[in-house]
């Protein structure tokens, strides 16, 4: 894939994803083992959960009768809120501040608010295509950003992932050396669906190059409180200061509460970032003029799930996926020791909620008909197979190349939907060694 086009490469991983999204929901059933979806590891806090419970005991409800004698029901809490309510804004400006110097001055930033962090990259993009701005995005990436950006109509420079998917600040600067003419760089912090996330020194190299080159960033930190390496804690882009710079004057960060709080239906994100800078970006225009504001219901509980969530939860969300993590990894040697040599490989994670597994043990197997040549088909068969079905992730949706057999795995499966899932990755491992014996 060297020679192709950078821009037709993200629309063709974002056409990929869509298809692969639709298969999947055909045969999303009973008799599938889901180890696909991206929600929380845990349940909300019981704190979180309360807040929920007594909104919905109070939902404002009306009854309107038409010429026609036809009920009309409106749920006030249902209709997207055009402002941030001041409680939010606070709650929002105040987690934020955790992660800053201690001289943070929270009165030159601003905050905006929309229905996910999807929505909000969108609107970040619908900026860059206005703009005619080429964005910079590194793959292994989030599918949904890709098609964020198809359906504003943005241009992406995605630039293929290294072997092991990781984006060092070697790798950015050498895109950016190839590309002198991009302005923005999108990344995840930590990343989708790699895990990886970034040291200190490593952030302070990104903001020279950002000071040097005249960049802006925009950092995605949606798993910023799942990051399970106890010794290398998480720190945020915007925090960092570099020859006496300040990184937060440079960077537009993006987070929401539905990964790290268990809410995943909540659909609640924001974006912070400097004052001046937010003001170019129109990200408000873009919500007001869509249905992507956030509801009253849904600002509520973000209200409740970040200033009353205590750090408890977070430790517990990173235990379990800690240790859904090693589990996997137990049951690849255990696949790989009935195997007779190493079939599958697992990835080791160091945070988020995703974890990937290499298949390329695997390559130009025949099964059914079909040869084992790409993470398409290997994910096609664990879906279809009789004998028991399990849905993963096709990583190429994210990147990477699909010859490479990578699928995507999600740590946050329930602990029995993960034994399940392994059990029937290992029947058809098995029986794809017979088949070709």
């Given at each position: 894939?060297?020679?192709?086009?950078?821009?037709?490469?993200?629309?063709?991983?974002?056409?990929?994803?869509?298809?692969?999204?639709r298969?999947?929901?055909?045969?999303?059933?009973?008799?599938?083992?889901?180890?696909?979806?991206?929600?929380?590891?845990?349940?909300?806090h019981?704190?979180?959960?309360?807040a929920?419970?007594?909104?919905?005991?109070n939902?404002?409800?009306?009854?309107?009768?038409?010429?026609?004698?036809?009920?009309?029901?409106?749920?006030?809490?249902?209709?997207?809120?055009?402002?941030?309510?001041?409680?939010?804004?606070?709650?929002?400006?105040?987690?934020?501040?955790k992660?800053?110097?201690?001289?943070?001055?929270?009165?030159?930033?601003?905050?905006?608010?929309?229905c996910?962090v999807?929505?909000?990259?969108?609107?970040?993009?619908?900026?860059?295509?206005?703009?005619?701005?080429?964005?910079l995005?590194?793959?292994?990436?989030?599918?949904?950003?890709?098609?964020s950006?198809?359906?504003?109509?943005?241009?992406?420079?995605?630039?293929?992932?290294?072997?092991?998917?990781?984006?060092?600040?070697?790798?950015?600067?050498?895109?950016?050396?190839?590309?002198?003419?991009?302005?923005?760089?999108?990344?995840?912090?930590?990343?989708?669906?790699?895990?990886?996330?970034?040291?200190?020194?490593?952030?302070?190299?990104?903001?020279?190059?950002?000071?040097?080159?005249?960049?802006?960033?925009?950092?995605?930190?949606?798993?910023?409180?799942?990051?399970?390496?106890?010794?290398?804690?998480?720190?945020?882009?915007?925090?960092?200061?570099?020859d006496?710079?300040?990184?937060?004057?440079?960077?537009v960060?993006?987070?929401?509460?539905?990964?790290?709080h268990?809410?995943?239906?909540?659909?609640?994100?924001?974006?912070?970032?400097?004052?001046?800078?937010?003001?170019?970006?129109?990200?408000?225009?873009?919500?007001?003029?869509?249905?992507?504001?956030?509801?009253d219901?849904?600002?509520?509980?973000?209200?409740?799930?970040?200033?009353?969530?205590?750090?408890?939860?977070?430790?517990?969300?990173?235990?379990?996926?800690?240790?859904?993590?090693?589990?996997?990894?137990?049951?690849?040697?255990?696949?790989?020791?009935?195997?007779?040599?190493?079939?599958?490989?697992?990835?080791?994670?160091?945070?988020?909620?995703?974890?990937?597994?290499?298949?390329?043990?695997?390559?130009?197997?025949?099964?059914?008909?079909?040869?084992?040549?790409?993470?398409?088909?290997?994910?096609?068969?664990?879906?279809?197979?009789?004998?028991g079905?399990?849905?993963?992730?096709?990583?190429?949706?994210?990147?990477?190349?699909?010859?490479?057999?990578?699928?995507?795995?999600?740590?946050?499966?329930?602990?029995?939907?993960?034994?399940?899932?392994?059990?029937?990755?290992?029947?058809?491992?098995?029986?794809?060694?017979?088949?070709?014996?």
């Amino acid at each position: 894939m060297a020679d192709h086009d950078n821009q037709s490469f993200a629309q063709e991983v974002a056409e990929r994803g869509t298809q692969v999204y639709r298969m999947l929901h055909l045969y999303d059933d009973s008799d599938c083992v889901n180890l696909y979806h991206g929600d929380g590891a845990l349940p909300p806090h019981p704190v979180v959960r309360n807040a929920l419970r007594s909104v919905a005991d109070n939902l404002e409800i009306w009854d309107e009768t038409n010429e026609n004698s036809t009920s009309i029901e409106l749920r006030r809490y249902r209709v997207p809120n055009l402002m941030t309510i001041p409680a939010l804004h606070e709650a929002i400006l105040n987690d934020f501040a955790k992660f800053m110097p201690s001289d943070f001055d929270r009165t030159t930033v601003t905050v905006h608010t929309a229905c996910g962090v999807t929505h909000l990259a969108a609107a970040l993009l619908n900026h860059c295509r206005k703009t005619n701005a080429t964005v910079l995005m590194f793959a292994p990436t989030y599918t949904s950003f890709l098609f964020s950006a198809s359906t504003v109509g943005c241009n992406i420079h995605l630039v293929e992932p290294m072997t092991d998917g990781m984006v060092t600040p070697e790798h950015i600067e050498r895109s950016l050396d190839e590309n002198p003419e991009i302005k923005t760089v999108f990344l995840i912090n930590p990343n989708n669906p790699t895990g990886q996330y970034y040291t200190k020194h490593e952030l302070e190299k990104i903001a020279r190059l950002a000071f040097t080159r005249n960049l802006v960033v925009i950092c995605d930190e949606i798993f910023h409180k799942l990051v399970y390496d106890e010794k290398n804690p998480f720190i945020s882009l915007a925090s960092i200061t570099v020859d006496g710079k300040p990184m937060l004057e440079r960077t537009v960060t993006l987070r929401s509460v539905s990964k790290d709080h268990g809410l995943a239906a909540i659909r609640s994100g924001y974006a912070i970032g400097p004052k001046e800078l937010m003001d170019k970006l129109s990200i408000n225009w873009f919500t007001f003029g869509t249905t992507f504001n956030v509801d009253d219901i849904a600002q509520y509980v973000t209200v409740a799930a970040l200033c009353y969530t205590p750090d408890e939860y977070y430790r517990a969300q990173q235990d379990l996926l800690r240790h859904h993590r090693d589990l996997v990894i137990a049951l690849i040697e255990d696949i790989n020791r009935t195997a007779g040599y190493e079939v599958l490989r697992a990835a080791r994670p160091s945070a988020g909620i995703f974890q990937i597994i290499d298949g390329s043990g695997l390559r130009n197997y025949k099964y059914h008909g079909k040869v084992l040549d790409s993470d398409i088909i290997l994910y096609e068969l664990l879906l279809q197979e009789e004998d028991g079905r399990v849905a993963f992730f096709p990583a190429s949706c994210g990147g990477y190349n699909a010859s490479d057999m990578k699928l995507r795995l999600t740590l946050s499966s329930p602990e029995s939907d993960i034994k399940l899932g392994m059990k029937r990755l290992n029947d058809f491992v098995q029986k794809l060694l017979r088949f070709n014996r």
